[in-house]
């Protein structure tokens, strides 16, 4: 049972457009959310998160949107860069601590 | 520089092999992973450990062995009754019991059974 799921495997924009990646999840005790990027060979890297409390959270280019009645969380990267190209994955928390991720989204930004 | 290093890089194993991959953080957490990475299936949890001499089942355990003998390493050891080793393996650490940014990963092992 998947808990996490991004069900765009790929997404390919434009440099300077906006990046829109989705995630929905089904445990409606999941209290805090997370949006990791990673590159081929190597681990991921956190991007940035919302708590449950809120509905957006906002780091430069980043912003994540959070929807709790549809259950569904987005990141929106503006304007996308040749260099944000990368797998993006949702994961989620009940507990503070155990990570549930979603299977990633492939991101391809081209110039 | 505080981080979690993972070795080796990659590693080949024979079929009925028994193989180690190494996960050492030095940022003193308290909880530390292991998933693993298929294509189109993403980060499925191994095992993981809360504190030292303690640790837990994930949702894909099966074939597989870990001890936390000391704070800093989280051993993993994928044995021959692992029906499907080859995979990116991945380690990660966190604090406990706190919201934070989430986990630290390492940058992986791929293992390849030849």
């Known amino acids: 049972d998947q808990q996490v799921k991004q069900n765009s495997p790929s997404l390919s924009v434009q440099e300077g457009r906006i990046s829109i990646l989705n995630c929905d999840y089904t445990?409606?005790?999941?209290?805090?959310f997370l949006w990791y990027k990673k590159y081929p060979a190597e681990g991921p890297t956190f991007l940035i998160s919302?708590?449950?409390?809120?509905d957006k959270n906002e780091d430069g280019r980043f912003t994540v949107f959070l929807n709790k009645s549809a259950k569904h969380l987005s990141l929106h990267i503006v304007p996308s860069q040749p260099g944000d190209s990368a797998v993006y994955f949702c994961?989620?928390?009940?507990?503070?601590?155990?990570?549930?991720f979603g299977a990633g989204t492939i991101l391809r930004v081209k110039s | 520089d505080g981080g979690i290093t993972q070795s080796p890089k990659y590693l080949f194993r024979k079929e009925g092999q028994n193989v180690t991959l190494s996960c050492e953080q030095n940022l003193n957490h308290d909880a530390m992973y292991w998933y693993r990475q298929d294509p189109g299936q993403g980060l499925r949890l191994i095992y993981y450990s809360q504190i030292v001499n303690d640790f837990q089942k994930g949702d894909i355990a099966e074939g597989y062995s870990v001890s936390r003998e000391k704070k800093e390493s989280f051993p993993l050891t994928v044995t021959s009754a692992q029906k499907n080793p080859t995979a990116f393996y991945l380690c990660?650490?966190?604090?406990?019991?706190?919201?934070?940014?989430?986990?630290?990963f390492g940058s992986g092992t791929r293992l390849t059974v030849v």
């Open positions: 994961a989620a928390s009940a507990d503070g601590n155990k990570l549930v």
């Open positions: 445990n409606s005790m999941f209290d805090y």
């Open positions: 919302i708590s449950s409390i809120k």
């Open positions: 990660a650490s966190s604090e406990s019991g706190t919201y934070n940014y989430g986990y630290t």
